[in-house]
């Protein structure tokens, strides 16, 4: 089960990334399709002993909520040509993924003593923290936080992970990667303009 | 989002968290050390028999590792191949009798294109094994795989036999690290702790170099973990529990100058540790072994100088790590025969249930050498 839901995983990945790449929104809309099955071949049936699938997990491993639904909403956005979040609701998710990286990756990869991945183990404190979270996104109206959560949580607790952590189902590299990047990205943008601004009123 | 659909989110909030807590409260409790047993009878006439294992089929081995067998005779694991790294290495086993004091012939029990095809991901080398048993008695052989670079990106699998390691159940990868689950590797010996559970020290190499003591479950998922250190300078923790809350960790040093073995201690079952301090003993950024043999003094096997792995020392602790002294050389410049390539490295140290010490290293980086002896020629008799 676990092999599968990784393999799945890594599988949409690779879909959403061709479909990037390929500028699949050009295509007519039925060659898009046409298009993401052959990938989908090419991703999941094996070469020799692995698929490109396999590979690809390899390196990355099982892949967190967060960056299933990113890469789900980059392949429908693409398929389709709408989108599947509102861009509030995306922000505000890389903004969580971002924030939590943060705390997590430089303890986690031993800076200090404190070790913030052990409290995925099943800790009250991560778990009230995370109701905590997800409450104030669901107050805020914020859908795609609420549903993360709630997907990596069912994931833990159904145990479709190799990993029998917490943490690893809300959260991993390249979640955190692609939130710090448009977040820095923006933060850069959004300092440019305000410099801009003031020398012309100068 | 329409009234109806905010309370029914809500409502499965509600319902998933409520699940969530369950199943915290459902967490493995802390639990002891298993205590170490009692004395074996000792024999007064010194024991000390060397061999080299008969593990001629590749040019590198490295990393032993044994477990001793229902019916007492031991079986060892190493990995070899062309080389350190090399994409041919595999996991090797042979079995010492200790009746007719011989190895069997070798032979692999995993491969790296079988660890690939078992874990469905790709696999580009084998490193470590460690083995173990778990509660039913099953042996455990805990190993190294690597994806994506070098030892850095390491992570760890099991796998179980239950007919004492002659056939084996696929492979199982532990997650312990949120980063790609890299940099996690296996060197001490894993302890079966009072529920059941395993403590399996591992360590990590990727920016840092620090131990924890990993938690795993009978299923052979990590359930658990306790930091042992941090920082960039200490690795491959061995634990040694004296009783089912007091336990010592040795462990690597690879930080500046003086270079010794570190060593850190619990008094509550492994839930808090100690700050790392140095002992007197030197280390040159090598692995060390440590057992407390049944009744009596703690041995230490290591490479007893702060710059080279030339030569492999047994030191005893009467007091469990307060004092240390030099007991017996294994292999040094005096020693004969020396190997061509002069490095003694990666030592296992264990001791049987007739009361026999077993060290199993890396001899010049192409033999796995097997010393057994006694206490009686640790203590000062015979060669």
Same mark, same amino acid.
């Given at each position: 089960m676990t092999n599968l839901v990784g393999l799945l995983g890594c599988? #949409? #990945?690779? #879909?959403? #990334?061709a479909a990037s790449v390929l500028r699949l929104q050009a295509f007519p809309a039925q060659a898009r399709y046409v298009v993401e099955l052959a990938v989908a071949l090419a991703v999941f049936v094996p070469i020799g002993d692995l698929s490109i699938a396999g590979t690809v997990r390899g390196a990355t491993g099982d892949l967190s909520a967060p960056t299933l639904a990113l890469a789900a909403s980059a392949l429908f956005s693409r398929l389709t040509g709408r989108t599947l979040f509102e861009r509030r609701e995306v922000d505000a998710l890389l903004g969580l993924v971002a924030g939590a990286a943060l705390f997590l990756y430089p303890f986690a990869l031993g800076w200090t003593a404190f070790d913030p991945y052990a409290l995925g183990y099943g800790s009250m404190a991560f778990v009230t923290a995370l109701l905590l979270a997800t409450l104030l996104a669901w107050w805020a109206g914020l859908k795609l936080v609420v549903f993360v959560v709630l997907a990596g949580a069912l994931a833990w607790l159904g145990g479709v992970y190799e990993s029998r952590n917490l943490w690893d189902t809300l959260i991993d590299p390249l979640a955190a990667g692609y939130a710090l990047a448009v977040l820095l990205m923006k933060g850069g943008k959004k300092l440019i303009s305000q410099r801009r601004e003031r020398a012309a009123v100068v | 989002m329409s009234a109806r659909l905010k309370w029914t989110s809500l409502a499965t909030i509600a319902l998933v968290f409520a699940a969530l807590y369950l199943r915290a409260l459902e967490a493995p409790p802390p639990a002891r050390f298993v205590?170490?047993?009692?004395?074996a009878p000792a024999s007064a006439r010194p024991l000390y028999q060397p061999q080299l294992l008969p593990n001629g089929s590749t040019q590198s081995v490295h990393s032993a590792t044994?477990? %001793? &067998?229902?019916d007492g005779k031991l079986r060892a694991f190493w990995y070899g191949g062309t080389r350190e790294g090399a994409a041919d290495v595999a996991i090797y086993t042979s079995v010492y009798s200790p009746k007719e004091a011989r190895w069997s012939p070798e032979r692999a029990v995993m491969t790296r294109e079988l660890a690939q095809r078992s874990l469905q991901r790709h696999v580009r080398k084998l490193g470590n094994p460690v083995a173990g048993r778990d509660r039913g008695g099953r042996l455990c052989l805990f190993f190294v795989s690597v994806s994506v670079g070098g030892w850095a990106g390491s992570a760890i699998n099991l796998m179980v036999s239950e007919d004492e390691g002659e056939t084996w159940g696929p492979p199982r990868r532990l997650v312990a690290s949120p980063f790609f689950n890299i940099s996690t590797l296996v060197k001490g010996v894993p &302890?079966?702790?009072?529920d059941g559970t395993l403590a399996l020290p591992?360590?990590? %190499?990727? &920016?840092?170099?620090f131990g924890e003591l990993l938690r795993v479950d009978g299923e052979g998922r990590v359930v658990g973990k306790t930091r042992l250190s941090w920082g960039k300078s200490s690795l491959q923790p061995v634990v040694v529990p004296r009783s089912e809350t007091e336990a010592l960790a040795l462990m690597r040093y690879a930080g500046d100058p003086p270079a010794r073995i570190l060593m850190i201690r619990t008094r509550d079952a492994g839930a808090h540790w100690s700050e790392p301090v140095k002992t007197a003993l030197p280390n040159p950024n090598a692995a060390v072994a440590g057992v407390l043999l049944a009744g009596g003094p703690l041995v230490l096997a290591f490479n007893n100088a702060e710059e080279n792995r030339e030569g492999l020392s047994l030191a005893l602790s009467s007091d469990f790590g307060e004092t240390f002294r030099v007991a017996r050389n294994l292999e040094g410049e005096a020693l004969l025969p020396r190997a061509p390539v002069p490095e003694y490295s990666y030592p296992w140290i264990m001791q049987d249930r007739a009361g026999d010490v077993h060290v199993l290293y890396t001899w010049g980086r192409s033999r796995i050498k097997h010393v057994v002896f006694n206490r009686a020629w640790l203590e000062g008799g015979g060669r």
């Open positions: 599988g #949409l #990945l690779c #879909l959403a #990334l | 205590a170490p047993r009692a004395a044994a477990a %001793e &067998l229902k &302890l079966l702790l009072s591992a360590y990590h %190499e990727f &920016l840092g170099k």
